[in-house]
């Protein structure tokens, strides 16, 4: 019995009712047919596999046909459907069945799997379809609808959240009707609970779907983890006459080209630089940025200078405060202006 009959007997009713059953490697026992539409679709879309299965079976009618068959007649016949290691593969699998399996595909998923290009999932699907095996599936699709569905956290590329997806895609086998089962999963995944905009209005796991009823149906699966950004600080020096700011006017290339921003780096270096000194230094709070590459803390400190001078040095602008963050300057270099506007006010 199912560990979640709550989630298996929808799942093949619908299937029964509204899923898909005239794809042309559906109604067959034909191990062939079905290994053969197995590897064409683990990349590849159900319209494009079509045409390349329907070409294909007629070339290569049998398993001995294809084995017998020049590789590159194989690869001609599957050029365009892309990830060529499938069919060079197919073609060993093909020589190795007929070699040492007397051209007979074995039964159970275990010993499918140890074929070359036969994953684990692949096997169970070939198991299920051909032999009525109760063997879990568990492709990108069904992932999805099982991190929805059971709100399973975490990125499911973790070897740990693959384990415990594997484990519960184990739990979850029905009795019977594997068959319709297996086809549910993939064509709820396909077809229902697709990866933005899942159709949960249509899905007959709407009742128990933990992300639907959490309204979590974007934030799983969980997304891959990004990487960890570099770190990086910089001083900007807020030079102020009270009512304006002075401002650099960055080279036009390179991080916020072309833009206005206080003066970086440390405050006396570059107060000195520009011949200034300062009556009052406060430190202000920092600020994070997050780039593209790298997170910048930025480490603002206001200088109050009197009276305010002329900078000889080229590209300096004095900007009023009030329209200072408004003039063309980054984004946290805006709300570091708006900071000190705001106490000035
Ligand atoms: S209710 Fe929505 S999110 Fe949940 S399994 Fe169905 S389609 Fe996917």
């Known amino acids: ?15 029964k009712n509204a899923g898909r059953h005239d794809l042309p490697w559906q109604q067959t026992r034909d191990p062939y ?9 683990q990349q590849t879309q159900v319209a494009t596999v079509i045409p390349y299965f329907q070409r294909f079976l007629a070339r290569f009618p049998t398993l001995q046909a294809l084995a017998e068959a020049p590789l590159e007649v194989v690869i001609e016949h599957w050029a365009g459907l892309g990830y060529y290691a499938r069919a060079r593969n197919l073609h060993r699998c093909a020589q190795q069945l007929v070699a040492v399996h007397a051209g007979k595909f074995p039964n159970s998923a275990v010993q499918l799997s140890a074929l070359p290009g036969i994953g684990r999932s692949t096997a169970a699907a070939i198991a299920a379809f051909a032999f009525g095996q109760r063997s879990a599936i568990l492709d990108g699709n069904v992932k999805r609808v099982l991190c929805r569905h059971f709100a399973i956290e975490g990125f499911p590329g973790q070897a740990a959240i693959d384990r415990e997806l594997w484990t519960l895609a184990e739990r979850l086998l ?19 609970c697709t990866r933005s905009r899942p159709r949960c209005g249509d899905c007959p796991l709407a009742a128990t779907c933990q992300a639907r009823l959490g309204n979590r149906q974007s934030e799983l699966p969980t997304a891959r983890p990004r990487p960890k950004l570099p770190e990086r600080r910089a001083g900007f020096v807020l030079i102020s006459d009270g009512r304006r700011l002075l401002l650099e006017r960055r080279p036009p290339h390179g991080v916020w080209g072309g833009l206005l921003v206080p003066p970086e780096g440390e405050a006396a270096a570059v107060l000195a630089r520009l011949g200034l000194s300062a009556e009052s230094r406060h430190d202000l709070a920092p600020l994070k940025h997050t780039f593209t590459h790298f997170r910048l803390t930025l480490e603002p400190v206001l200088c109050i200078v009197k009276p305010a001078p002329t900078i000889g040095e080229p590209g300096m602008n004095w900007i009023t405060i009030d329209t200072a963050a408004a003039s063309g300057v980054p984004t946290p270099i805006r709300k570091l202006i708006e900071r000190i506007a705001g106490d000035a006010g």
């Open 33 to 41: 047919r079905i290994w053969l539409s197995e590897i064409m679709l």
């Open 174 to 192: 029905p009795e019977s009707d594997i068959e319709a089962y297996t086809q549910g999963l993939m064509d709820l995944g396909a077809t229902v």
């Open 1 to 15: 019995m199912s560990a979640f009959p709550a989630f298996t007997a929808p799942l093949i009713a619908w299937q």
